[in-house]
């Protein structure tokens, strides 16, 4: 027998439910690795009036003073914080599915409501909407990663990212409502165009970077390093001239010889895993030429000061809109609404190689 409209939602909605709550809030794969950082680490927030305002100290306005004896000392009014407010944004992507690529899948849709899915459509709804799902999930993740990597320039619609908050110019433009140009404290430390061509140049920029992002705020280190593919190929190769290899034989055996490999486990740099991010190589092939590749870049982030903040309940939202009258369609979705703030950017850093 055939199911009705309402059945085909609550099949879809089951399929949906599973993918907002699961795959795209909690589980980026990992080669998506700044978007399942930012995701790690989000916090559902309130947006009033479509801001989230973040608030920041930008001085002590100490008072201190010497004096002796009897001398006279004066107080102050302090005023120490400022606000700095992000708007929210919001991202769809959805699927339809009509009645005639239905029937074709053996699928026959009635408006009768007492109609009853045979053990075959029952099949073959799962598997379609479970393709269709799945198709949703990974279109999501692929164009939102992007997103939240790119600085929003080309799109008054889209979240201001990674490149925005931490930019290959820091003294140029606004962030979160604060001009960067007038206002020194509200600058990311930014190294570019590093030479890799004397053996521990890269090294050392790299440590002083470091310094720099952890001078002001208690706010602790940077946790986490992304890189294009070129600039981890440097930082390896750079690593590997400046630091000696050790072979540890083990006991002799009967087979003789020892296995070498020359390869390394993992990059780390002050014990922080240093990641290869895919998507930054994939940005140079999108936008074409820039000044700073992606691939050459690397970025020094702390998560105590960079929030991905979702809008409380309107995050990863399934979408089953009523089909129009005069269509024979059926639509489902979903959508995000969320910002992405930033308290503190002279913790976190950018730099590259020539």
Known sequence: MPLTAAQMISGANTQLQAFAKDDPIDQF?????????????????????????????YTNDSNYQNYSGDDQVTYNRKK????????????????????????????ILTDDRNAVMTEAEKIQIVNILTENRTTLKDGFQENWDIEVHMDGSTNPKAVPGLDALVSTTPAVGT??????????????????????????????????LWRKTIAYGKMGAPDFIPMGSEMYDALQADALKVMGRQITI?????????????????????????????????????VGVIANPWKKRGYFLNSKTIKL????????????PPRVYDRHTHYFGVTAHYGLTMKKRNSNAVFSIA
Request: proline share 5%.
């Open 250 to 286: 083990g006991p002799s055996s009967s087979g003789g010889g020892v296995t070498l490999d020359p390869t390394t486990k993992e990059l780390r740099f002050k014990n922080v895993l240093v990641v290869w991010d895919p998507t930054f190589d994939a940005l140079d092939d999108l």
């Open 80 to 107: 120490t914080t400022r606000l700095a407010p992000y708007q929210a944004y919001e991202a769809f992507d959805g699927f339809t599915l009509n009645e005639t690529e239905l029937a074709n899948n053996g699928i």
């Open 309 to 320: 903040r979702p809008v409380q309940g309107r995050w990863m939202i399934s979408r089953t």
């Open 175 to 208: 962030v979160g409502g604060i001009d960067a140009a007038a206002t020194p404290y509200w600058r990311n430390w930014a190294d570019m165009g590093i030479s890799t061509a004397t053996a521990g140049n890269l090294i050392q920029r790299m440590e002083t």
């Open 29 to 57: 794969t990992s080669d998506r690795p700044l978007a399942n950082w930012l995701i790690r680490n989000k916090k559902d927030s309130i947006f009033g009036n479509g801001v989230f305002n973040e608030k920041i100290r």
